[in-house]
Structure formats: C-alpha cells, structure tokens
C-alpha cells in the first residue's frame, strides 16, 4: 500500500522505501546523473590556403599597317620629253671634211660652225652653248645659238677662231655643250667633243 500512495503522491521521487540506492528519476525515466551533456570534441581545422590570384590574359595588340597612299605620277617636262643633239662642223663655205679648228695663222678652218638639233621644236624659246678648251693654257667661252627661219629644230652659232698661244702649239680638246631652254622653264643639254688642231707654221 506504501509503494502505491508514494507512486501516486510523488511522480518526480522515488519511495524511501522501495528504491534501495538508486538514485532520483526524473519523470521521464532519466537518471540525473546521466543529464549532463558529454562536451563535443573540439575539431582541428588547418590554416585557410592563401589563393594565389591568377594573372589575366593580357590581349595581343596586332599593330595595323599604315595606310600607304598611292604615289602621284610626276607629268614629265618638255625637256623630259625630247632629244638634244650637237654636232661641229667647218664653216660656210668650208670643207665638210672636218677634224677639227686651228688656232689662227695655224692651218684651216680656224672656226667651226655648232648645229644643235632639238626634237621638240615647238617647244623651244632659246638654245645657248658654251666651250672649254683642254690645252696646256686652257681657256673657255659662251654663246647663243640662232635658228634658221622659222624651223626651231635646228641652232646655229660660231666657234672661233681662237688666237694663236705658242704654248697650245700642240693643241688639245674643245668640249662643246649646247642647252636648249623649253616654254616651260626645263632645260635639256647634249655634248660633243672635237679638237683644236696643232699648229702647223
């Protein structure tokens, strides 16, 4: 009957007389001391990684060719477009078997006779010429050539007759260059080479 009235009277706690050396229930059934919660274990975490940040790809730059404009074509000059021809010969009136001028008093022809040809005679407004004579006295000159008429595709003009020099008795080479000057301002120039004969009195 006492182990009745206790069960009845104190759910929480156990008969003094009934439950030996057992200890308080609670009254769900679980022994106090077992309420206690067991401490989790403590995990180990190892250091955090470092990130290495990863370098972008950096974009090739293509270098575009510059742009190459197309060369103008130069429109070529009147002199560019015609020929220029010289030629010495004797005189008027003189042997057209010429080798070459004597000084005066030193043989015949003593002055020749500079025909220029120019292709482009329309075009023409003046043709020069000038001389150096290659002696041991060397000496040089100038002049103007003159047309025959109205065909400007021929010049003429004089050479000599130069003084005699006891010191060119031997003679030596005249260089002749003609230079015909166009309506456009070019100019255009031919050569030719012929000799000063030696002195022959």
Not at 98 to 125: D, I, K, M
Request: charged share 15%.
């Amino acid at each position: 009957m006492l182990a009745v009235a206790c069960a009845t009277a104190l759910p929480l706690l156990a008969c003094a007389g009934g439950g030996g050396g057992e200890g308080p229930r609670w009254a769900d059934g679980v022994p106090t001391t077992d309420s206690s919660s067991v401490a989790p274990t403590p995990t180990e975490v190892g250091p955090t990684p470092t990130l290495t940040p990863t370098a972008r790809p950096t974009a090739a730059r293509t270098t575009r060719p510059a742009a190459t404009t197309p060369a103008t074509r130069r429109a070529r000059t009147m002199a560019e477009q015609t020929t220029v021809t010289v030629r010495v010969t004797g005189g008027f009136g003189q042997s057209q078997n010429f080798t070459g001028l004597h000084q005066e008093g030193c043989g015949n022809p003593s002055f020749g006779l500079v025909q220029v040809r120019v292709g482009a005679a329309a075009n023409v407004s003046s043709v020069s010429f000038r001389y150096q004579v290659n002696t041991p006295v060397p000496f040089s000159g100038s002049g103007s050539g003159r047309t025959i008429g109205n065909d400007r595709s021929t010049w003429l003009a004089s050479l000599g007759p130069f003084r005699a020099e006891s010191r060119n008795a031997a003679g030596g080479t005249i260089a002749v260059t003609a230079t015909a000057k166009f309506k456009d301002g070019s100019n255009r120039s031919g050569r030719v080479n012929t000799a000063l004969k030696p002195c022959q009195r």
